[in-house]
């Protein structure tokens, strides 16, 4: 097995998102579920799911789409989740397991590739994930291809920035870490045109706006420590990150009112339908 450094720069990436979820997954859902589930209920609302569907979920992580899914198509259907990170897809098929959930199945696979035959699935859905991913035109085409005919695409991606102190705090942190960031693909500038080139069409999009409250600072830091961005934190050499931290709070305080940190977030739901 090569090392990362000796690796093609998508499969690279890919070992980045890897670790970077797998390190984040444990207090993913706790310290971030306040922002993904409510984009995952609200992308399965859009979608229109139908009881009985098969459903695929595209870096379905700790199973914000997932669930919801599985709650629309009702006994008589099924769901897939599919993602790069073993530690995510091991918790979020231990929940499913949990809850005696048995229409609904778990693996590591990568969207860029899927190991589905074609025209399995009535719904293909992916929240926050292939904006990331190295290659999204590749999963695009997986996701028409794994879908019938008729079949219903969704997805969500960032929009543009409402408090532009986020991504600033963000900025500083990078400046005191050793890895990139992973960053964005050009599926966030414009998921309409690259659907429409993977032959999707009937493509809508809604734009709205997700308000999430941190306790205090330290909260902000914890969702921060618990998302793609957990890579990036663990190249910060330990001896500068708490000088990191307090710099990215320097940015983020004046948005502390009342005790009490709000963030808004913009989020595109894009929909669409293989013809
Ligand atoms: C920000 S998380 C979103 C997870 C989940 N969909 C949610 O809304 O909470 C992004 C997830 O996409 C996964 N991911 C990124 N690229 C992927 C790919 N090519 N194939 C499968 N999973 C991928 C990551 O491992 C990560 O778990």
Wanted: with cysteine.
């Amino acid at each position: 097995m090569p090392s990362i450094r000796e690796q093609a720069p998508a499969q690279r990436r890919k070992a980045r998102i890897t670790r970077s979820f797998d390190l984040a997954s444990d207090s993913y859902d706790e310290a971030n579920g306040d922002f993904f589930n409510p984009v995952g209920d609200r992308l399965v609302d859009l979608a229109g799911l139908r009881p009985g569907d098969r459903v695929l979920d595209l870096g379905c992580g700790r199973g914000a789409v997932l669930f919801a899914a599985l709650a629309a198509v009702g006994p008589d259907g099924y769901v897939a989740g599919v993602d790069l990170s073993p530690a995510m897809v091991h918790r979020t098929a231990h929940q499913a397991a949990g809850a005696r959930l048995r229409n609904v199945s778990v693996r590591v696979d990568d969207a860029e590739d899927l190991g589905f035959p074609d025209q399995s699935f009535e719904a293909v859905l992916s929240s926050l994930a292939l904006m990331i991913t190295p290659d999204p035109d590749a999963a695009l085409a997986q996701a028409h291809r794994v879908l019938v005919p008729g079949g219903r695409f969704g997805l969500t991606v960032f929009g543009p920035d409402v408090q532009p102190e986020w991504r600033q705090a963000a900025r500083t942190l990078r400046d005191y870490a050793e890895d990139g960031p992973l960053g964005l693909n050009s599926l966030t500038d414009a998921p309409e045109t690259a659907l429409a080139k993977a032959g999707f069409t009937g493509i809508r999009t809604v734009e709205e706006v997700v308000t999430v409250r941190y306790a205090d600072l330290d909260g902000w830091w914890s969702s921060v420590r618990s998302d793609g961005h957990r890579g990036l934190l663990e190249s910060i050499p330990s001896d500068r990150l708490d000088e990191a931290r307090e710099a990215a709070y320097d940015v983020i305080r004046p948005l502390a009112a009342g005790g009490s940190l709000t963030r808004r977030t913009a989020v595109r739901y894009v929909t669409a339908r293989r013809p």
